[in-house]
C-alpha cells in the first residue's frame, strides 16, 4: 500500500517538478540572473516562507494526527464539524495575516532586504530593488492565503487516501507562471512583474482545482470560526511549536537572502536555480514518502501498533538511501552539465551557469540529509510531539548562523550553501538521536547493511560518471549535443546503480511496504 501511493505521489511531484524546470528555464532565459531574477525570486520567498508554516509544514503536522483521531472515531457529523472549524478558523488568520504583508511589503523588503535598504537610504544604485521588492511583494503576498487553503485540502484529501489530487495541483501553478511569462512580460517594463501575476493567478487556480474533489470526497463544508473549540485548540496547541521547528531551513534560507542581498548581484538567483534542482530529487522522492508516511504512521499511533510503527518508519529510511544517496552524488558529479543543459541560454551566460554549479555542489552535499528530515520528524509528529523537533530546529539554526560565519565570509554565496547542507545534517541526526533515545525507533540491522550496499553502488555510478565527462569539453557542445551526451551519462548511470545494487544483493522486496510483513 505504501508502495503503490508513493509512486502515485513521486508520478504527480514528477510532472510538477518537470513543469517547474521548464518554469524556470523560461524565467531563466527571459531574465538570468540579474537585478529583475533577484528581486523575483526575493518576493516569491517571503509568502512560500510563510506557506511553510500555514500550509504542508507545521499546520500539516499538526493537523493530519488530529484529523486521523477524530475520523478513527467514525462519527462523519464531528469530523465535517471540524473540518469547518478548522478551515475557517485557519481561513481567517491567514486573511489577515495576507493583508498585513500587502500593506507592510515595504517594511518586509526592509527587514529581508537589509542590503538594498541600505543601499535605498544611500542613494545607491542597488536601492532600486528596494523599490521594486516592495512592490512586487504587495502582487505575490496573496498566493499566501490561496495556497493554505490548497493546502488544508490537500491534507484532507491525503488522510483519505486521495494522494493524486495534492500533488498534481501544484503543476498547474507552474503552468500559470509559464503562460503569464511567456504572454505578458513585454507588457511591463521590468518582466519580473508578469512572473508575480502569474504566481497570484496560480493560487487562485490552484484552489479552484481541488474544491470539487473535496465535493465528492463529502468534506467541502461552510467554514466556521472555532478558535475555542477543543480540536481546533489542540491542533493549535501543537502548531504553536511546529511552526518554528518545521520551518527551520526556511527560516536558514530567508537568514540567507538577507546574507546575499549584501554580496554581489546575481547571488541570489545562483543560490535559488542552484536550489531549484536540489528541489527535483528532494520534492520527487523526499516529499512523495514523507506526505504518505505521515498520514500512516498517524494511523499506527492512533492503533498503538508499535510494530508497525517501526516497520513502516524503517522501510521509509530504505527509501530515502536507495533514492537520496544516488540523487546527491549524481548531482554533485553533473552540477554543471546539468545546470548548463537546463538553463544556459537567453539572458543566463556561461558564467552563471559556473557560479550556480558550486552552490549546487554545496546544497547536494546536504541533500540526503534534507530527505532524512522529512521522514524521521513525522516520527515525532505522529505521536503528537512537535516540542521536540522545536528544540532540535533551535539548535539547527543557530549552527547555521554560527556556519554562515564561518564559510560566507570566505566563500560568499556557495559559503551560505555549504552552511546550510551542514545544518541539515546536525538537524537529521538530532532528529534520530531522540528518536531512538526514546525508543521510538532505530535503525535495524537490515537497514545499515542496505545503506552501506547503497552508498557502495552510488559511488560506483559516481566513478562512472566522472569518467563519461572527463574527454567532453562542454563548452564546445551544441544543445543537442549536451542533451545527448547528458541523456547517455543518466542512462549509463542508471544501469551502474541497479546491476551494482543488484550484485549487492538489494531486490525489489527489500524495498516492499512493510504491512505485509506486520499483518502475518
Known amino acids: 500500500m505504501l508502495l503503490k501511493s508513493g509512486i502515485i505521489v513521486s508520478f504527480m511531484t514528477f510532472l510538477s517538478r518537470i513543469l517547474g524546470l521548464v518554469r524556470d528555464v523560461v524565467v531563466a532565459s527571459f531574465m538570468g540572473a540579474g537585478a529583475g531574477a533577484d528581486v523575483f525570486f526575493f518576493a516569491n520567498k517571503i509568502p512560500n516562507f510563510l506557506r511553510r508554516l500555514f500550509s504542508e509544514g507545521a499546520f ?21 464539524q471540524f473540518i469547518a472549524k478548522i478551515s475557517g478558523t485557519l481561513g ?75 500533488s498534481f495541483t501544484p503543476v498547474l501553478l507552474n503552468i500559470v507562471i509559464i503562460i503569464c511569462a511567456v504572454l505578458l512580460h513585454d507588457e511591463f517594463s521590468t518582466p519580473a512583474f508578469a512572473l508575480a501575476w502569474g504566481v497570484f493567478l496560480g493560487g487562485f487556480v490552484q484552489l479552484a482545482f481541488q ?64 536550489d531549484r534542482l536540489m528541489e527535483f530529487p528532494l520534492g520527487l522522492f523526499g516529499i512523495a514518502i514523507a506526505t504518505i508516511i505521515l498520514p500512516t504512521l498517524s494511523k499506527d499511533h492512533v492503533a498503538q501498533d508499535k510494530v508497525r510503527f517501526q516497520a513502516n518508519m524503517n522501510w521509509a529510511i530504505k527509501m530515502v538511501c536507495v533514492l537520496g544517496i544516488p540523487s546527491a552524488l549524481g548531482l554533485i558529479v553533473l552540477a554543471q552539465p546539468l545546470l548548463s543543459l537546463i538553463f544556459e541560454r537567453g539572458a543566463f551566460t556561461a558564467n552563471d551557469v559556473t557560479m550556480a554549479s558550486m552552490s549546487l555542489i554545496a546544497y547536494a552535499s546536504g541533500l540526503f540529509s534534507f530527505m532524512l528530515i522529512k521522514v524521521l520528524a513525522p516520527g515525532f509528529y505522529a505521536q503528537q510531539d512537535t516540542k521536540t ?29 555549504i552552511a546550510t547542507a551542514l545544518s541539515a545534517t546536525l538537524n537529521a541526526g538530532l532528529l534520530y538521536y531522540y528518536l531512538h533515545k526514546r525508543n521510538m525507533y532505530h535503525l535495524t540491522s537490515e537497514t545499515v547493511f542496505l545503506s552501506i550496499r547503497v552508498l557502495l553502488s552510488s559511488l560506483l555510478m559516481a566513478v ?35 546491476v551494482s545494487l543488484k550484485v549487492f544483493g538489494v531486490t525489489w522486496t527489500t524495498l516492499r511496504s512493510p504491512a505485509h510483513k506486520v499483518d502475518s
Do not use: C
Open 60 to 80: 500539516a503536522q499538526a493537523f493530519i494526527p488530529v484529523l486521523t483521531e477524530v475520523q478513527a472515531s467514525k462519527d462523519n457529523v464531528e469530523l465535517k
Open 92 to 166: 481567517v488568520i491567514v486573511f489577515l495575516t495576507t493583508l498585513v504583508g500587502v500593506l507592510g511589503s515595504g517594511v518586509i523588503a526592509a527587514i529581508f532586504g537589509t542590503g538594498w535598504f541600505i543601499a535605498y537610504l544611500n542613494d545607491e544604485p542597488a536601492g532600486d530593488k528596494y523599490l521594486l521588492a516592495s512592490t512586487m511583494l504587495k502582487i505575490t503576498f496573496p498566493y499566501l492565503f490561496f495556497v493554505t487553503l490548497v493546502g488544508l485540502s490537500g491534507a484532507i484529501l491525503n488522510t483519505l487516501n486521495k494522494f493524486a489530487v495534492s
Open 211 to 274: 474544491i470539487p474533489f473535496l465535493m465528492k470526497a463529502g468534506a467541502l463544508v461552510r467554514p466556521r470560526w472555532g478558535w475555542h473549540d477543543p480540536q481546533v485548540k489542540k491542533v493549535r496547541t501543537l502548531m504553536i511549536p511546529a511552526l518554528f521547528g518545521v520551518s527551520v531551513s526556511q527560516i536558514n534560507l530567508l537568514v540567507d537572502t538577507l546574507i546575499a542581498s549584501f554580496l554581489m548581484t546575481g547571488s541570489i538567483s545562483w543560490l535559488y536555480y542552484s
Open 389 to 417: 523537533p522545536v528544540k532540535i530546529g533551535i539548535i539547527a539554526m543557530i549552527a547555521n548562523m554560527g556556519f554562515n560565519v564561518i564559510f560566507a565570509i570566505p566563500y560568499g554565496f556557495v559559503g551560505l550553501a
Open 464 to 498: 562512472a560518471l566522472m569518467y563519461l565527462q572527463s574527454d567532453v569539453v562542454w563548452g564546445d557542445l551544441s544543445f543537442a549535443s549536451r542533451l545527448s551526451h547528458v541523456t547517455q551519462w543518466l542512462g549509463a548511470a542508471a544501469v551502474v546503480y541497479f
